[in-house]
């Protein structure tokens, strides 16, 4: 927890400096709970988070099948809101979960400055660990989905290995019922960022990394120690690290219109060294466009779509320059969810795919899919959540033929997760 | 001497009640969609016209994160009050033409007041709520009201004579009804239909996503 000391420091003085009137006490702070429940019956393949290939957070066991999960947390998280100024506040979110890295991680750390509007343009800040705006689904406290338990194949990822410690400056022009923003940053610490999608591809799971925490890849002969093709690639991933000294930045456009009407295009490009290796974990460049559109054509219903493409390089050049690992990665997302005053109903379908590009005979990241979601949730005391999910996934990818398991795998994974949140 | 006063008062009293006139307004839009939030104001034709004396202090209370009201419609000159109902901190600004401004407000302080003194439409936000949206409709006319759910309002006690009726919407689009004359006659009651041209997406202010941080 070095980083959440030393954002404790930079904000001492501020704390200590505020103006304390009766009616303007600053700083303030404000702190919110989650703590999420969870029960889990999943067959198919064992999971990523295990060592293996299978795709959900939870899957079947290697030898018996079927697995089912008893009453357990699936995360504890805490947020701290500190109000600095009437326009400068910090934030701090930091997760418990027994099956982290680091049991007790950061997840997100920033300063925000967000000064009110006093023309149709303005202006506003963040400088800290965040996530990029990218997920459409994850705006709930702590990162969570109100729609389902687990996101989209895109924003899984998104929550699996990026992150970034950024200085984000976004403008905003509003116009009648029109608003419209450009979103620009420059950051590091998310070099090895793509070593998830190309050697284990994409997956369905609410997992979300912790700044400290490393994720686990599946004992292929590729990769490894043992392995002839890239034995300086660890069996893990540190997703949140920086490798090659060379600042990556993103940038968005996001329209708005009424609230009701979004769009918006996005584009990441972490400007990692492929041939850059420190602390055993490469300089991966990883590159990516993400576009939305989001509508509420009724009244409580949301019409939620993404679309992500890029590509990713690692390792160093072999003949024809050509690099180890060039995998170019695809999926698409589109989410149906109606609110019936405290109970919602929500549909997903995701299509996902990869193609590796190099070397496949040593090393196969080819692999697509497709997965349906279906989740129905109650809205419990003021802000708890009930989630029952339904999550069938169907994926082909031939490097499960090198551990073990047939190329196309069927899954079907229920979950029923209880969100207390105080 | 009082006692001349009381009887002069009386008579005006009177008087103003007995020639009283009603102006009734409806809007709708569409094929007959009731609208409300809907703004008329009303101007006398001839200056000479004793209008009744313009309300001129008005609430826009901040309350459960949203505003109420959700469109507010004043004359100007009007002094609004922002009372905070809430127990945490909002940040109401405007950047709209006519007024200007950002209130920090904080606990139930109701002394925070804006002084609306130029017509036109003043949108507000909180910058610290995103979700938390209205209107106030600083109006140059001397009456002013909205309609209420199922597209009415009633302006009575109006001196008898001819006016000009307007309507305003946050969501108008030209090619409606705009204005509309009118001529009042004592005890009687009149009534005025405007048909609005409204977007098909209408701003509304949603109340505070439950999920959000």
């Given amino acids: ?422 | 001497m009082v006692r001349f006063f009381l009887i002069l008062v009386l008579c005006c009293a009177f008087r103003s009640v007995a020639s009283a006139a009603e102006l009734r307004v409806s809007v709708t839009a569409g094929s007959d969609e009731a609208v409300g939030n809907a703004v008329i104001s009303v101007k006398p034709l001839s200056p000479n016209l004793e209008m009744p004396e313009p309300v001129n202090a008005a609430v826009m209370a901040q309350q459960n994160t949203m505003f109420a009201p959700f469109v507010l419609a004043v004359a100007v000159g009007t002094e609004v009050t922002f009372p905070n109902m809430d127990e945490f901190r909002h940040q109401v600004y405007s950047f709209s033409k006519p007024k200007r401004f950002e209130l920090r407000l904080y606990g139930q302080d109701t002394t925070n007041k804006i002084m609306f003194d130029k017509p036109g439409v003043v949108a507000l936000g909180c910058n610290i709520h995103d979700n938390m949206l209205a209107f106030i409709y600083v109006s140059e006319h001397p009456v002013v009201g909205k309609t209420d759910e199922s597209g009415d309002v009633v302006f009575s006690n109006l001196p008898p004579g001819g006016y000009e009726v307007h309507v305003w919407h946050p969501d108008e689009l030209r090619g409606g009804d705009d204005m509309k004359m009118v001529t009042l006659r004592a005890d009687e009651a009149s009534d005025i239909a405007f048909s609005v041209k409204l977007r098909p997406v209408r701003r509304q202010q949603q109340p505070p996503a439950d999920e959000g941080y």
């Fill in chain 1, 1 to 422: 927890m070095k980083r959440s000391n030393v954002t404790a420091l930079a904000l001492w003085p501020l704390l200590m400096s505020g103006g304390a009137g009766a009616d303007d006490p600053f700083p303030s702070i404000r702190f919110d709970f989650l703590a999420d429940a969870r029960v889990t019956l999943a067959d198919g393949e064992p999971s990523w988070f295990k060592d293996w290939l299978g795709k959900g957070r939870y899957g079947g066991t290697h030898w018996a099948g079927n697995d089912v999960e008893g009453l357990r947390l699936a995360e504890a998280s805490i947020l701290a809101k500190a109000e600095i100024s009437w326009d400068l506040s910090g934030f701090v979110h930091a997760k418990f979960d027994h099956e982290q890295g680091k049991p007790l991680d950061l997840v997100e750390a920033y300063l925000e400055y967000k000064p009110a509007p006093r023309s149709a343009i303005s202006y506003e800040g963040r400088l800290g660990l965040m996530f990029p705006h990218i997920s459409r689904e994850n705006v709930g406290m702590a990162w969570t989905s109100p729609y389902t338990i687990t996101p989209s194949a895109i924003n899984s990822w998104v929550g699996e290995e990026i992150r970034a410690l950024a200085l984000e400056g976004k403008a905003k022009y509003r116009s009648g019922a029109h608003s419209l923003s450009l979103t620009a940053a420059l950051f590091g610490f998310n070099d090895p960022a793509g070593t998830l999608l190309a050697f284990r591809g994409w997956a369905l799971n609410d997992y979300k990394v912790g700044a400290f925490s490393q994720l686990p890849l599946a004992n292929l002969p590729s990769i490894g120690a043992d392995s002839d093709f890239l034995n300086k690639q660890p069996l893990w991933v540190h997703p949140v690290n920086e490798i090659d000294g060379r600042p990556g930045y993103y940038a968005s456009l996001d329209w708005d219109y009424a609230k009701r009407l979004k769009a918006g295009v996005f584009y990441y490009d972490n400007r990692g060294d492929p041939e850059e290796l420190k602390r055993k974990q490469y300089g991966w460049d990883t590159r990516f466009w993400n576009f939305y559109a989001e509508a509420e054509p009724l009244r409580g219903m949301k019409l939620i779509s993404q679309y992500m493409t890029g590509s990713t390089k690692m390792g160093r050049q072999r003949y024809r320059g050509m690099y180890p690992v060039d995998v170019d990665f695809e999926a698409v997302f589109v989410l149906l969810s109606q609110k019936f005053e405290r109970n919602r109903v929500s549909v997903r379908y995701d299509w996902f795919a990869t193609d590796d590009n190099t070397f496949v005979e040593e090393d196969n990241n080819n692999e697509w899919g497709h997965a349906w979601t279906v989740a129905l949730s109650r809205e419990f005391r003021k802000h708890d959540q009930l989630i029952l999910e339904y999550l069938q996934l169907d994926s082909w990818r031939p490097a499960r033929k090198t551990i073990g398991y047939a190329a196309d795998q069927e899954q079907s994974i229920i979950q029923i997760s209880y969100r207390l949140r105080f």
